[in-house]
């Protein structure tokens, strides 16, 4: 039986969810990257975004963000914390328009993680360590869920989204999650997919 310690979570309020047509079919993770104001991080501004309490007049970027309700499971700040928004059984509104292999409203069967960041600054190495445990106790928790079938928000909304962006070092995160699945003694399911 493949084991994997859950990593620490923090359960952040939030009520920017619902209920997912189908709890069972959670096969998709989604990395985003977000911060605010834009490239300003360690402000608690993100949490407050996620649990619908951001004074609009803190900032002149937030004006834009008045009456938003968006959310997503989980956020890794650039220490590694790890903060929870949105139980991953229920339906986080991190997506929007969104299509994977052919399949639209990903926010349906998906799981959303958000980095602090933005797409030309570089993460950190808590980040990456802290979502490649993340990500590896979601795929052991979750029978739908493979390293393949982790992607970018780009990925899935092409030309509306860049994130997590070019700073995100996909090789250098599948190494971890590999490193991490090993130990767990994971054996992934065999297909014809390797998108």
Request: overall charge negative; some cysteine; hydrophobic content about 40%.
């Given at each position: 039986?493949?084991?994997?310690?859950?990593?620490?979570?923090?359960?952040?309020?939030?009520?920017?969810?619902?209920?997912?047509?189908?709890?069972?079919?959670?096969?998709l993770?989604?990395?985003?990257?977000?911060?605010?104001?834009?490239?300003?991080?360690?402000?608690?501004?993100?949490?407050?975004?996620?649990?619908?309490?951001?004074?609009?007049?803190?900032?002149?970027?937030?004006?834009?963000?008045?009456?938003?309700?968006?959310?997503?499971?989980?956020?890794?700040?650039?220490?590694?914390?790890?903060?929870?928004?949105?139980?991953?059984?229920?339906?986080?509104?991190?997506?929007?328009l969104?299509?994977?292999?052919?399949?639209?409203?990903?926010n349906?069967?998906?799981?959303?993680?958000?980095?602090e960041?933005?797409?030309?600054?570089?993460?950190?190495?808590?980040?990456?360590?802290a979502?490649?445990?993340?990500?590896?106790?979601?795929?052991?928790?979750?029978?739908?869920?493979?390293?393949?079938?982790?992607?970018?928000?780009?990925?899935?909304?092409p030309?509306?989204?860049?994130?997590?962006?070019?700073?995100?070092?996909?090789?250098?995160?599948?190494?971890?999650?590999?490193?991490?699945?090993?130990?767990?003694?994971?054996?992934?399911?065999?297909?014809?997919?390797?998108?």
């Open positions: 039986m493949v084991k994997v310690t859950a990593p620490e979570i923090v359960v952040r309020p939030c009520s920017h969810f619902d209920d997912r047509p189908d709890p069972s079919d959670i096969s993770l989604v990395i985003h990257n977000i911060s605010l104001p834009p490239a300003t991080f360690n402000t608690p501004y993100i949490d407050d975004f996620f649990a619908g309490r951001l004074n609009c007049q803190a900032h002149p970027y937030f004006a834009g963000l008045a009456g938003v309700r968006v959310s997503a499971h989980c956020v890794i700040y650039r220490d590694g914390r790890i903060w929870q928004y949105v139980p991953f059984v229920q339906r986080a509104w991190h997506a929007g969104s299509l994977f292999n052919g399949r639209d409203k990903c349906d069967f998906s799981i959303g993680i958000e980095l960041g933005v797409d030309d600054v570089p993460f950190t190495e808590s980040q990456y360590q979502l490649s445990s993340v990500c590896a106790w979601l795929i052991c928790q979750f029978p739908g869920l493979t390293p393949e079938r982790i992607v970018g928000h780009s990925d899935i909304a030309g509306r989204k860049t994130d997590p962006g070019p700073a995100f070092n996909w090789t250098y995160f599948h190494q971890l999650l590999a490193q991490q699945l090993i130990a767990a003694g994971y054996n992934p399911p065999v297909t014809g997919d390797t998108a």
